[in-house]
């Protein structure tokens, strides 16, 4: 009986030898392990780690991207849907009867701002797959509609952090976004 466990004993270390590097192998092939290398290289070059980070682990798809254009078009979504928001919002304040008249005129070109914000991430996402290059240029741009805001409001006089806060977000968005489609370019 002693020779027997003896015998069985050797075999469990070469188990484990055998099977730990299937392991690891198995781990490093995963579409969510693929994924998650993917946007922690492109959050590597966006300008905020870790809001690229947060902003496109928000999204249920990133698990599942597997290239580039997936990226592209989860990133370039959740643009349109901040821009869209944002100036939802922005216009609620404008329409506001609460809102001291001397603040409309800022909040108006907000408005127009991110009116072309969300035209042109619309516009990047529409032109992925046919000509990445002005996808690309569309992507970068579409932060211009919050830089456009925010001269608005300092012009304006207009201190409001939620607003001022917003447009970070959109200038963030459109730099991830700007990350990742150019990377459809090579």
């Given at each position: 009986?002693?020779?027997?466990?003896?015998?069985?004993?050797?075999?469990?270390?070469?188990?484990?030898?055998?099977?730990?590097?299937?392991?690891?192998l198995t781990h490093s092939l995963s579409p969510a392990h693929a994924a998650s290398e993917l946007?922690?290289?492109?959050?590597?070059?966006?300008?905020?780690?870790?809001?690229?980070?947060?902003?496109?682990?928000?999204?249920?798809?990133?698990?599942?991207?597997?290239?580039?254009?997936?990226?592209?078009?989860?990133s370039l979504n959740l643009g349109i849907s901040n821009t869209t928001d944002t100036r939802s919002?922005?216009?609620?304040?404008?329409?506001?009867?609460?809102?001291?008249?001397?603040?409309?005129?800022?909040?108006?070109?907000?408005?127009?701002?991110?009116?072309?914000?969300?035209?042109?991430?619309?516009?990047?996402?529409?032109?992925?797959?046919?000509?990445?290059?002005?996808?690309?240029?569309?992507?970068?741009?579409?932060?211009?509609?919050?830089?456009?805001?925010?001269?608005?409001l300092a012009s304006g006089g207009v201190k409001d952090s939620s607003i001022s806060a917003r447009?970070?977000?959109?200038?963030?968005?459109?730099?991830?976004?700007?990350?990742?489609?150019?990377?459809?370019?090579?």
């Amino acid at each position: 009986m002693a020779m027997a466990m003896a015998m069985a004993h050797p075999l469990i270390p070469a188990f484990f030898l055998l099977i730990t590097p299937l392991l690891f192998l198995t781990h490093s092939l995963s579409p969510a392990h693929a994924a998650s290398e993917l946007v922690d290289g492109v959050c590597h070059e966006s300008q905020n780690y870790s809001f690229c980070i947060q902003a496109l682990e928000s999204d249920p798809k990133t698990p599942a991207a597997k290239d580039y254009m997936d990226l592209a078009v989860i990133s370039l979504n959740l643009g349109i849907s901040n821009t869209t928001d944002t100036r939802s919002y922005i216009n609620d304040l404008y329409e506001s009867p609460e809102t001291d008249p001397s603040k409309k005129p800022a909040l108006k070109g907000c408005i127009s701002g991110y009116d072309g914000a969300v035209g042109s991430f619309k516009s990047a996402l529409g032109e992925l797959k046919e000509d990445a290059l002005t996808a690309n240029y569309d992507a970068k741009v579409a932060g211009d509609g919050a830089v456009s805001c925010e001269d608005q409001l300092a012009s304006g006089g207009v201190k409001d952090s939620s607003i001022s806060a917003r447009n970070q977000f959109t200038l963030s968005l459109s730099n991830i976004a700007d990350v990742i489609t150019t990377h459809l370019l090579h």
